[in-house]
């Protein structure tokens, strides 16, 4: 859906720690910078990464439906955007080395 709208959730305490909410839908993906944290994946879940600003993000679902799932790597975009990086890359799995995916 071209049109959703997508707002934002930040943790005053962590700044690495925001939620992407899509305004017309249920999907909602929190964000983690991996430089500065730990992240265990849900098996459950679905996991996409992309560098922007020379920090490496995670991004994952919370309690996604089949409805929501096409729209992820739309609110992705818009997260990218707004931290003013609009040409970060979308990754599939964990770049880092060492890791696996799940």
Not at 14 to 36: A, G, M, Q, W, Y
Request: aromatic share 10%; proline share 6%.
């Amino acid at each position: 859906m071209d049109n959703n709208i997508y707002l934002l959730a930040t943790d005053p305490y962590n700044p690495c720690r925001d939620v992407i909410h899509s305004r017309d839908t249920r999907l909602k993906i929190r964000v983690f910078c991996l430089d500065e944290e730990s992240f265990k994946t849900d098996v459950n879940e679905i996991q996409l990464y992309g560098y922007a600003n020379s920090k490496l993000y995670a991004f994952e679902t919370i309690n996604i439906t089949a409805e929501d799932a096409l729209d992820v790597v739309d609110a992705i975009q818009w997260y990218a955007a707004y931290i003013n990086v609009p040409d970060m890359e979308i990754l599939p799995d964990d770049p880092r080395p060492g890791s696996l995916a799940v």
